[in-house]
C-alpha cells in the first residue's frame, strides 16, 4: 500500500475504482487493459488492485464492433440505433484467475510438480525402478496414470515396487521387465520383447547406476560400472530409438550426477583415451569410474539431443541431488558412512532436486525441481 500511497492512488473509496488519468479499455477479444492518459502508457493490470481482467461474454444480441474514419474503435447497438466508445462487455468483467507457471523449489513435492497432469495416454519405462530414485519417479508416473514399466535386473525386487504402487493407488498402471543393463544380451532382449509389444514409448528414463562396485568384468568384458551406468542405457535407446521417433513427442532422460565434473577422458597424451572407460583391474578406481560414467552420460545425453530432437525426441542429462540417501552407496562401507553422515543435511527421498545440462556450454541448469514425496 506505501507505493500506492506515495502515487497518490490509495484516496480512492473502491478498490476497483481507478486513480485519476487511467481509463479501463479491451481488446477486441475482450482482455481487460488499462491505459494511463498521463503518462502515456497501457498494462494489463489494474493500477490499484493489480489484477488482469477479461469480459465475461460476448457483445449482447444487436450490438457490433466497429471502427470509425478516425480508427477508433466503437460499439454500435442496432437494435436501439446508438453508439458509444465504451466496450458495452466492461460492465461485467472477470477476473482472470490464468494460473501462472508455479516455481518449484526445495521443498516442493514431484506429486506437485505432475499436479492435474493426466499421463494416461503415456508410456513410460524407467530404468533400476525398483529402488531409490527410478522407484519414485515410476511411482510418481503412475499415480498420474501413465502406463510404466520397472525395467529392473532383479524380478522379484521389481515386482515387489510394483505391488507397492498398485498398493497405493489399486488402477496404476505398472508392470516389471527384465532388464539387466550388465549384459548386452539382455538389453538386446528387453528391447525385443518390448518392440514386439507395439507399444509407443513417450520417456525413457535412463536412471539405473552402481556407485564404488569392486573392479568386474561383464559378461561382455567389459568393466561393470561403465557399462550399467553408460553402455548398457546407450545400446538401449539405440535399439529403441525407432519407437521414440515413432512416439514423438518423446523425450529420454538421463540422469547422471554433479560429480561427472571431477573426471575427464583425457589420457597422459593429452587426447580422448577411450581405454580409459573400462579400464583394467590395476588402474581401476571405482569412483572414478562412477564419474566417467556419468561423464560419458552428458556427452551422451547432449549427442542424441542434437540428433533426435528435429524428430521430436528431445534428451535432457540431470542430476537429482548430492549424497541423497538410496542404496547407491551400499557396495562400499566408507561410502554408507559418508551418506549416513550426510543424510540429514541432505535431500532425502522425499526432496529431489531435477537439474538439466545445457546442451551447448554443458554447464548445468535447473529446469525443474523435482521433489519425490
Ligand atoms: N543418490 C544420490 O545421491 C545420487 C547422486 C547423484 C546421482 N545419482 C544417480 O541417480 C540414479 C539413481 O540412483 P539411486 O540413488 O536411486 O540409487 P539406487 O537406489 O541404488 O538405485 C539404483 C538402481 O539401479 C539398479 N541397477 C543396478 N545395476 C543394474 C543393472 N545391471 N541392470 C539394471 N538395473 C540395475 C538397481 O537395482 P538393484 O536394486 O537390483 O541393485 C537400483 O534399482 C543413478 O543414476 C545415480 O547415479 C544419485
Not at 476497483?16 to 487493459?33: A, C, F, M, N, Q
Request: net charge positive.
Amino acid at each position: 500500500m506505501a507505493a500506492l500511497k506515495y502515487s497518490g492512488m490509495d484516496d480512492t473509496d473502491s478498490e476497483d475504482e481507478l486513480p485519476p488519468g487511467w481509463e479501463e479499455r479491451s481488446t477486441t477479444d475482450g482482455w481487460v487493459y488499462y491505459a494511463n492518459h498521463e503518462e502515456m502508457k497501457t498494462q494489463w493490470e489494474h493500477p490499484k488492485t493489480g489484477k488482469k481482467k477479461r469480459c465475461a461474454g460476448a457483445l449482447l444480441y444487436g450490438w457490433e464492433q466497429e471502427t470509425d474514419d478516425k480508427g477508433q474503435i466503437l460499439y454500435v447497438d442496432h437494435i436501439n440505433k446508438r453508439s458509444t466508445f465504451f466496450d458495452p462487455r466492461q460492465a461485467f468483467t472477470v477476473e482472470d484467475l490464468q494460473v501462472k507457471p508455479k516455481r518449484y523449489d526445495g521443498n516442493s513435492t514431484a506429486l506437485e510438480v505432475l499436479h492435474a497432469r493426466d499421463l494416461s495416454d503415456r508410456v513410460v519405462l524407467v530404468t533400476g525402478a525398483n529402488s531409490g530414485i527410478g522407484f519414485e519417479t515410476a511411482r510418481s508416473f503412475a499415480l498420474h496414470g501413465a502406463h510404466v514399466i520397472l525395467a529392473c535386473r532383479n524380478q522379484s525386487r521389481a515386482s515387489k515396487a510394483a505391488s507397492l504402487i498398485m498398493e497405493e493407488w489399486r488402477k496404476a498402471r505398472v508392470e516389471a521387465m527384465p532388464l539387466d543393463l550388465a549384459s548386452l544380451r539382455s538389453v538386446r532382449e528387453f528391447a525385443e520383447i518390448f518392440k514386439a509389444r507395439k507399444l509407443p514409448l513417450h520417456i525413457l528414463v535412463c536412471n539405473a547406476a552402481v556407485c564404488t562396485q569392486p573392479w568386474n568384468l561383464t559378461e561382455d568384458g567389459l568393466e561393470t560400472t561403465f557399462q550399467i551406468c553408460h553402455l548398457g542405457h546407450f545400446y538401449l535407446v539405440q535399439l529403441l530409438q525407432d519407437v521414440l521417433r515413432h512416439s514423438a513427442p518423446a523425450r529420454v532422460v538421463v540422469v547422471s550426477s554433479e560429480s561427472h565434473r571431477f573426471t575427464d577422458l583425457v589420457g597422459s597424451c593429452g587426447k580422448v583415451e577411450l581405454s580409459l572407460l573400462s579400464p583394467p583391474q590395476k588402474e581401476y578406481w571405482s569412483m572414478l569410474a562412477y564419474n566417467r560414467a556419468k561423464l560419458c552420460n552428458i556427452l551422451f545425453s547432449n549427442e542424441l539431443h542434437r540428433r533426435m530432437s528435429p524428430h521430436g525426441v528431445t534428451c535432457n542429462a540431470l542430476h537429482p541431488g548430492n549424497m541423497m540417501y538410496t542404496s547407491i552407496h551400499r557396495s562400499w562401507w566408507l561410502m554408507t558412512l559418508l551418506f549416513t553422515f550426510a543424510r540429514p543435511f541432505t535431500k532425502s527421498m522425499k526432496v529431489r532436486m531435477f537439474i538439466r545440462v545445457n546442451h551447448f556450454t554443458g554447464s548445468w541448469k535447473v529446469i525443474h525441481l523435482v521433489i519425490l514425496s
